[in-house]
């Protein structure tokens, strides 16, 4: 058997302080440490898309292409990679085809060399366009296979669906565990059922918030894993990724050594842990190993989530409850995996099932959108008395949703004509119009007060 280096790919930019510090991270805490980071000779580092994007604006007075072009400076020679949502892009819903060519064309001409598409239905037709057009500008196009477990999401389900995204062009394929459910032996089957079927490199990426990733990754990697997530220790583990100097360490003696730098990464490591100390107001993550996840796979983020809405209605005792719920929402609407934007989709209607003392009897948009196919097609068929009795007449959407969107760009163009100081503008606002708006109208007054 022929062994080959392991690759790591850092997610201390993104998925890091997304997990731990609810993204807050700002890009002035990035660069000085990002020049050691160039350094170190990772497989590429994670800097973009997922919730940054949004919370840049939201809550940081910050322009994500700008934090994009800032990396790209220092970055010279490792591949910046991003996590984009398919036919959602950096959103919440479904945007048009021309939104996802504009998008996709700035990503990478400001920077960006390798994106992961997934789509939180492994729908395939939502990640379609993304990937074609993806591929048009030149980036690395990994595509994604949204880990689950479910009556319906067994290994053949997965082989299948690589497959599928091997012909939809995928440069190599990564298997998203954004719960932490996958066991050590399931991680080696997959990886190696991957490897010999579909023939495309295999990345893995697991959060730590079970306990088994670090050991799913000694597996995957004993599979023929090309690549695994790793994010520097100080934001590693809880519901982040397993640490990168833990995982270079452990390989060190064996046939699959990284060659990283112990040394490097232990200076880019007390670096992290001096910045972590200036968020400890988002400090959410938990550092705990979190059972409910192997009972009821739910991500660590949906738990905090159910926390504070819990809260805000004096309900915190209702909790196991609404834990209890999630799983038979969630099979109810076809058994989706959870990940945005259907973990929010299942936990809001699970809280409101448990709540109104009635299942069903208060329903979200989202939930009637998604029982009508707007998000596209469910894993497994939706339970038929459910859909009956939230969408009733409506006329169910068996295309691929997107096709439904009239073009976009224009608009936004129009919209945000008069606040517009660079192309990528109209994008943001396409994307997020309730949070880019107000982004611009302050930073272009904070521009004129800096020019008095």
């Known amino acids: 058997m022929s062994f080959q280096k392991v690759k790591i790919t850092d997610t201390t930019l993104r998925d890091g302080h997304q997990s731990l510090l609810a993204t807050r991270m700002k890009t002035v805490d990035m660069l000085p440490i990002a020049e050691l980071m160039e350094e170190v000779g990772f497989h590429s580092v994670e800097v973009w898309g997922g919730a940054t994007f949004d919370t840049c604006m939201r809550y940081l007075d910050e322009d994500p292409w700008q934090r994009l072009r800032d990396l790209k400076k220092v970055f010279k020679k490792t591949p910046l990679q991003m996590l984009l949502r398919g036919q959602n892009l950096v959103g919440y819903k479904h945007y048009a085809d021309d939104v996802v060519e504009e998008f996709i064309k700035y990503a990478v001409s400001n920077g960006i060399g390798i994106i992961r598409i997934f789509d939180a239905l492994n729908d395939v037709r939502n990640i379609q366009k993304s990937a074609e057009v993806a591929k048009k500008e030149g980036a690395h196009v990994q595509l994604t296979l949204s880990y689950t477990l479910s009556p319906v999401h067994n290994h053949n389900y997965f082989i299948e669906k690589g497959k599928e995204l091997k012909e939809l062009g995928a440069d190599s394929i990564a298997i998203k565990d954004m719960s932490g459910i996958i066991s050590p032996r399931g991680a080696y089957d997959l990886v190696k059922q991957l490897k010999e079927q579909v023939g495309l490199p295999v990345q893995m990426h697991c959060h730590y918030t079970s306990g088994m990733a670090s050991m799913v990754y ?62 400890t107001e988002f400090d959410i993550g938990s550092s705990t190993v979190d059972v409910n996840v192997l009972l009821y796979q739910i991500p660590g983020g949906m738990i905090s989530n159910f926390v504070s809405q819990l809260s805000q209605q004096n309900a915190l005792h209702r909790l196991p409850e609404v834990l209890a719920e999630v799983p038979k929402v969630r099979e109810d609407l076809g058994y989706p995996p959870l990940v945005t934007p259907t973990s929010q989709i299942v936990g809001t209607q699970a809280a409101m099932n448990v709540l109104a003392g009635e299942r069903y009897k208060v329903v979200t948009n989202e939930v009637r959108a998604y029982l009508r196919g707007m998000y596209g097609q469910s894993p497994a068929p939706v339970n038929e008395e459910v859909k009956r009795k939230v969408i009733r007449k409506q006329e169910p959407i068996t295309g691929r949703p997107a096709d439904l969107i009239e073009p976009q760009m224009d608009q936004a163009r129009s919209e945000i004509a008069d606040l517009m100081i660079q192309p990528e503008d109209a994008i943001s606002y396409a994307i997020l119009p309730a949070v880019a708006k107000p982004f611009f109208e302050k930073r272009n007054r904070v521009n004129r007060e800096t020019e008095k």
């Open 218 to 279: 000694l597996k995957a990697i004993e599979a023929g894993a090309d690549v695994v997530d790793t994010a520097m220790s100080p934001l590693a583990m809880g519901s982040s990724q397993p640490a990168t100097e833990t995982m270079v360490a452990a390989l060190a003696d064996m046939p699959y050594a990284t060659g990283l730098d112990l040394v490097k990464l232990s200076q880019i490591a007390d670096y992290f842990k001096e910045i972590r100390k200036n968020y």
